[in-house]
């Protein structure tokens, strides 16, 4: 069981240049996310999906886009890379359900971006 | 929305001595309250969560506290060994069947001496 897979581990990119940071599950979750992770910030939410064709704004989601075509992945992509957005990101997952107390989220290994 | 505050932001303990994170959270609607351990170029992982309707949760040598009234949950881990030695990260998430986002505290830095 895979659980969530993001690739590419790291990457390397110049100021402009637009790449794709992929995620996929293979726990059948509808919910799935994307965090970047800074010294000193925590977590922080980009974009979220609660399905197929559903994507919303998290708390820091300039400079990113999303799509949601399938159940299994989740792409972030950046358009046109700023030093600002040198950070770790992390792809997380999880059912949703009729829970009122929500389910458990889980993470991917994450993708080390550098953008110089 | 949801704030989290945690503290300390580094703990360095005794190898078998205990540690003990603390998170305070804004959002009375919060109710539900996972602890996250990050090992380094890691992924963060569940070690524990506790949901508004109890007061303790234990699993081994760690246990999680709610004070629902202060708004403020702990981590606590027993009898400590070097491989504790991470980043813990607490974070809270709104009730409600359709909230899913969870807010992070900004994470503690556990080391465990030998």
């Known amino acids: 069981n895979a659980g969530v897979t993001q690739t590419p581990k790291f990457q390397v990119l110049k100021t402009g240049q637009s790449m794709t940071l992929q995620c996929a599950q293979d726990?059948?979750?509808?919910?799935m996310s994307w965090y970047r992770q800074d010294p000193g910030m925590g977590l922080r939410l980009i974009h979220y999906s609660v399905g197929a064709g559903i994507t919303d704004q998290g708390e820091v989601p300039n400079g990113y886009n999303v799509s949601r075509s399938t159940t299994e992945d989740f792409p972030l992509r950046l358009l046109s890379a700023a030093p600002s957005q040198t950070s770790v990101y992390f792809c997380a997952s999880s059912v949703t359900g009729t829970d009122n107390f929500g389910n458990t989220i889980y993470f991917g290994e994450g993708s080390w971006l550098t953008v110089v | 929305g949801e704030n989290v505050e945690q503290h300390p932001s580094t703990l360095s303990v005794q190898e078998g001595d205990s540690a003990v994170i603390k998170c305070t959270y804004s959002?009375?609607?919060?109710?539900?309250f996972p602890w996250y351990k990050q090992e380094l170029g890691k992924g963060p992982q569940l070690i524990i969560d506790i949901r508004s309707n109890v007061g303790e949760k234990k699993d081994q040598r760690i246990a999680v506290t709610l004070n629902k009234t202060a708004k403020h949950f702990s981590l606590h881990i027993t009898e400590t060994q070097p491989e504790d030695s991470a980043v813990y990260f607490c974070?809270?998430?709104?009730?409600?069947?359709?909230?899913?986002?969870?807010?992070f505290g900004k994470g503690t830095k556990l080391s465990v001496i030998p």
């Open positions: 726990m059948n979750h509808e919910y």
């Open positions: 959002d009375s609607a919060s109710n539900y």
């Open positions: 974070a809270g998430r709104a009730s409600g069947a359709g909230s899913y986002q969870l807010t």
